[in-house]
């Protein structure tokens, strides 16, 4: 699958070429910030994820399918390799790439995600979308008002409306809506690693210091697929580190990319 991506600076020679991968039910628009901040020393690419943003369908929503589209985007670009930087579900596409094919991965950044299975916490956010009376949507405003009938957090809800998109008239989701809200049990699990040799790259994992997605029980299973991880934990951030704390977690990064 090809996958639609962005791209910022230009080939940095003492650099590896660095790839964001975004979370569920987001795009490659959610890196915008970051990358336009890093962009003076690194070349960036920025892909939406199968499923997501500008990127095609499909029913197969694995783990490893993603993997294999970024394995194929890397090759695509001309990449050996590349340093990867993965948000939530774009983190677990990460370290499963890492995990599998370890020579397409310089060095991994994982945000505030760990390889383990989660409870789903996404079911009120799906049934909110799924709510969306599309035909009768009016503008971007109106859609807001049907999701607040579900979601109260406003941030939450301008973060799910850019996938909303206009067409011919027509109001319509960017993302694979049905698909992701059928597969979530896939999305919040991680893969089997029975026959996984750990990662022995360089390996951040950045969480949020007011987030729960990696607590002292996860952290002994980061350390076991990827034992030269390092662990930073930002203060005043929840799950979405980069749009919370933007200048504490560039700072992180660009700290462990040199």
Do not use: C
């Not at 892909?47 to 095609?56: E, K, T, V, Y």
């Not at 699990?189 to 026959?195: I, Q, R, S, Y």
């Not at 790259?201 to 029980?217: H, P, Q």
């Amino acid at each position: 699958m090809q996958l639609i991506y962005r791209e910022y600076g230009h080939y940095q020679e003492q650099h590896s070429t660095l790839v964001f991968l975004h979370g569920l039910l987001g795009s490659s628009a959610n890196w915008h910030g970051v990358a336009r901040a890093l962009s003076s020393h690194f070349h960036i690419l920025v892909p939406d994820l199968r499923n997501h943003g500008q990127s095609p369908h499909s029913e197969d929503i694995s783990y490893s399918a993603m993997a294999r589209d970024l394995a194929g985007f890397l090759d695509d670009q001309g990449l050996e390799s590349a340093t990867l930087i993965g948000h939530s579900m774009g983190g677990k596409v990460a370290m499963w790439l890492a995990l599998t094919q370890p020579e397409l991965v310089e060095r991994l950044v994982v945000v505030d995600i760990a390889p383990v299975s989660y409870p789903n916490r996404f079911g009120g956010i799906f049934d909110a979308l799924q709510s969306v009376d599309l035909p009768r949507v009016k503008h971007r405003r109106h859609a807001d008002q049907m999701l607040a009938d579900r979601l109260t957090d406003g941030e939450l809800r301008q973060y799910l409306l850019q996938n909303l998109m206009l067409s011919h008239g027509q109001w319509s989701w960017r993302m694979n809506l049905q698909v992701l809200a059928g597969e979530m049990e896939q999305i919040i699990g991680f893969p089997d690693l029975a026959d996984t040799a750990p990662y022995l790259g360089a390996t951040l994992f950045i969480y949020g210091g007011n987030s729960n997605y990696i607590t002292a029980e996860y952290e002994s299973r980061i350390h076991d697929l990827f034992p030269y991880a390092r662990l930073r934990s930002i203060a005043g951030a929840g799950h979405w580190v980069y749009a919370e704390q933007p200048k504490l977690f560039q700072a992180a990064l660009t700290g462990f990319l040199g």
